[in-house]
């Protein structure tokens, strides 16, 4: 049975990684670390687990693997910490807010001999997987062109900090789609172009609104919208989408469409109560058994830093107005 143990609780996913780990037999939820010690201690009452209020402490236990979903810009000292220890590690996407900071995490796991992970969930999500098989299989021929979403709500907090969060939408969102694309293409991208700007949530510092259009080899055309557009009475906190043009078809995924509607007057607006599979149960599996039998983790650092490459040149093609190479 792997031990693992969660670094912070910044990341409102981290809630749901947490509810994971208590439901796989394979694992044991040990302990929580976090650098604000109440929101640490509320998480380990509430997810019956042993909250440590010293980072030291904590990694000297006998946890064998951490999750971490603290703020981005934490995710570069965290990693290095636990490799250190000699942990294994899923960290929560972006990898990193910079491309040197992706790398230096990647070069300190290589160095401690330990996993590095990074949290995709949307590979586990079945019509993602789905989409992908049918491509794989060669039915549609080479892929095009696709034209992908992901819209969420605005999470608030540290999101809108830049010096917390590295971007906004942009950086928050495109790195979903980035890594679904290069999954399922077994492709490369190669430019972008990207436009955005604070344009939905008055007095934020972090742009909540980006459209993208990239290249990927081959020549295959992307189009993607990255935004905190969702309102705050959506039923669920957002989307992602892709329709993937081929030569012999269209393929449409609707990632988080596995739901029924539910119209509730006890809280006055729609509800999807999720029905179909859990995409962070898988992602929270598989790391739970990479650490098992210390192999990477199926997304790998390598996966993170080629997402982070994306959102790097998106912001410099919105800053320059220009097409970046990625």
């Not at 604000?36 to 010293?54: E, L, M, P, V």
């Not at 909540?208 to 919208?225: K, N």
Request: with cysteine; aromatic share 8%; glycine share 8%.
């Amino acid at each position: 049975m792997a031990k693992i143990g969660m670094m912070s609780f910044a990341h409102m996913h981290a809630y749901s990684y947490a509810a994971c780990l208590n439901q796989l037999p394979e694992a044991k939820f040990a302990a929580i670390w976090d650098d604000n010690a109440k929101r640490g201690r509320d998480a380990a009452k509430g997810c019956d687990t042993n909250f440590i209020s010293n980072l030291d402490k904590f990694l000297a236990s006998d946890i064998e693997g951490v999750i971490i979903c603290s703020e981005n810009v934490k995710h570069r000292e965290m990693v290095e910490r636990a490799a250190a220890a000699g942990k294994w590690i899923l960290c929560e996407k972006p990898l990193a807010t910079t491309i040197a900071d992706a790398k230096a995490m990647i070069a300190a796991c290589k160095k401690a001999k330990v996993g590095l992970g990074t949290a995709f969930p949307c590979r586990y999500a079945e019509p993602c997987i789905a989409a992908k098989n049918s491509i794989a299989s060669g039915r549609f021929g080479a892929v095009l062109a696709a034209s992908c979403t992901n819209n969420g709500q605005f999470p608030g907090g540290w999101f809108a900090d830049e010096k917390l969060a590295g971007g906004g939408a942009t950086m928050d969102h495109t790195v979903h789609v980035a890594d679904l694309l290069r999954w399922i293409t077994g492709k490369e991208f190669k430019t972008v172009y990207c436009e955005n700007g604070t344009l939905l949530h008055k007095g934020i510092k972090t742009d909540d609104l980006g459209s993208l259009h990239l290249e990927m080899d081959g020549g295959i055309q992307i189009s993607h919208i990255a935004s905190w557009s969702r309102c705050k009475s959506f039923p669920t906190w957002g989307d992602v989408t892709m329709e993937i043009i081929a030569e012999k078809g269209v393929v449409r995924v609707d990632a988080f469409n596995q739901k029924v509607n539910v119209y509730n007057d006890d809280v006055m607006k729609a509800q999807w109560p999720f029905w179909g599979g859990n995409p962070d149960l898988g992602l929270v599996k598989d790391f739970v058994a990479s650490v098992d039998e210390k192999r990477a983790p199926s997304i790998t650092g390598e996966d993170g830093l080629k997402a982070v490459e994306v959102t790097v040149a998106a912001y410099k093609s919105a800053k320059s107005g220009k097409v970046v190479a990625v």
